[in-house]
């Protein structure tokens, strides 16, 4: 009778245990959102993307990146990319429309083309215009598509992290789970795993360099590197600002084509 009574309580201390630390790790995760994804109102950038392969050869690309907020951490957002340069995805532009509760709209204007592409909700986690970022990758995907537990504590570059573990709830994600390491003081990301399906390490993402911009942490030079193939893509955001009053009309499928010069110059 007494082994049985341990034997219980040792399972039910297991299950209340993994739910506390579910629900830890939902909440740094929610947090750590926060911080990443919806700092500010709203947030402008000039990004130069590197694209970078095995053998050290450079592409490079540079854009506008705006971001507008529509409800709290992990509810509506809208973003709007503007491509300058190279010339062949010179005018190209980009908008998401993300939501609390479903998959994000997406759609992309290939100028050559004069057409505007509506990405579908099962390519979101296709590359993003050849880099090693996917479509999900650059507005974030929704913390209630995954099941997050909290590992444990691990210092990463001197930093204090939390290591959390993300699985997607469904298995049509591309891969099996993510591991985050998450700064205890800043709560932004400094790296990530993600696995595929075999659980192989696919890709590592690494921020590279964190500043202090308007009293916001924010991670102004990014890497994510394709590890099955060397290739890896280097983001630098330049010229950042967070509460500049992005007029909301700017999100409309009128102004992929010919955005308002005042915000993407």
């Not at 971001?67 to 010339?87: H, V």
């Not at 590992?151 to 298995?171: A, H």
Request: charged share 30%; with cysteine; net charge positive.
């Amino acid at each position: 009778m007494k082994k049985y009574l341990v034997f219980t309580m040792s399972f039910i201390l297991l299950f209340v245990c993994r739910g506390a630390f579910g629900d830890e790790a939902n909440e740094i995760i929610k947090k750590s959102q926060g911080i990443f994804y919806y700092a500010g109102n709203d947030y402008k950038a000039k990004v130069v993307m590197k694209l970078i392969g095995k053998e050290g050869k450079e592409r490079v690309r540079e854009m506008t990146m705006l971001r507008k907020n529509y409800g709290e951490i992990g509810g509506a957002q809208k973003f709007f990319i503007y491509f300058t340069e190279p010339a062949d995805v010179k005018n190209m532009t980009f908008m998401v429309y993300k939501y609390a509760d479903k998959d994000a709209d997406r759609w992309l204007f290939v100028p050559a083309l004069n057409m505007v592409k509506r990405i579908a909700a099962q390519d979101k986690t296709s590359s993003f215009v050849g880099s090693d970022f996917t479509y999900e990758d650059v507005s974030g995907r929704n913390i209630k598509d995954d099941k997050h537990e909290l590992l444990k504590e691990e210092s990463i570059d001197g930093k204090q992290c939390y290591m959390v573990k993300s699985t997607p709830i469904e298995k049509t994600s591309s891969y099996s789970y993510k591991l985050s390491w998450i700064d205890k003081k800043t709560l932004l990301p400094v790296k990530e795993e993600y696995h595929d399906l075999q659980g192989e390490t696919a890709r590592v993402f690494s921020a590279d360099k964190i500043e202090d911009i308007n009293g916001f942490p924010t991670i102004t030079g990014r890497t994510m590197k394709n590890i099955q193939t060397g290739h890896r893509t280097e983001v630098t955001f330049l010229d950042t600002k967070y509460n500049v009053g992005i007029d909301d009309n700017l999100f409309s499928e009128r102004y992929l084509s010919q955005p308002p010069a005042k915000w993407v110059k």
